[in-house]
């Protein structure tokens, strides 16, 4: 769970890093930086929803297990 956490961070980190970084190329007049932090930003949201999917098919099999867990202990 740990390494879910700290993917999920470091993709928090690199979108946030790609719009603020982006925007400041773009402020320079230099159109090359905000189209490497685009390509950078459509990355980290499509790994990060990817990710995001991993980590509800985890938790929902976890859920499953807790429960059949707990029904076999009431019998």
Excluded: D
């Excluded at 925007?23 to 929803?49: D, E, Q, R, T």
């Excluded at 098919?57 to 976890?62: A, P, Q, S, V």
């Amino acid at each position: 769970m740990v390494k879910h956490i700290v993917f999920s961070t470091i993709l928090n980190v690199l979108i946030i890093a790609s719009v603020a970084i982006g925007y400041w190329g773009f402020n320079l007049g230099n159109l090359f930086i905000p189209i490497l932090c685009a390509a950078a930003f459509g990355l980290s949201v499509f790994y990060k929803w990817k990710h995001l999917k991993v980590v509800r098919e985890e938790m929902k099999l976890k859920a499953e297990q807790n429960l059949k867990a707990k029904g076999n202990k009431k019998k």
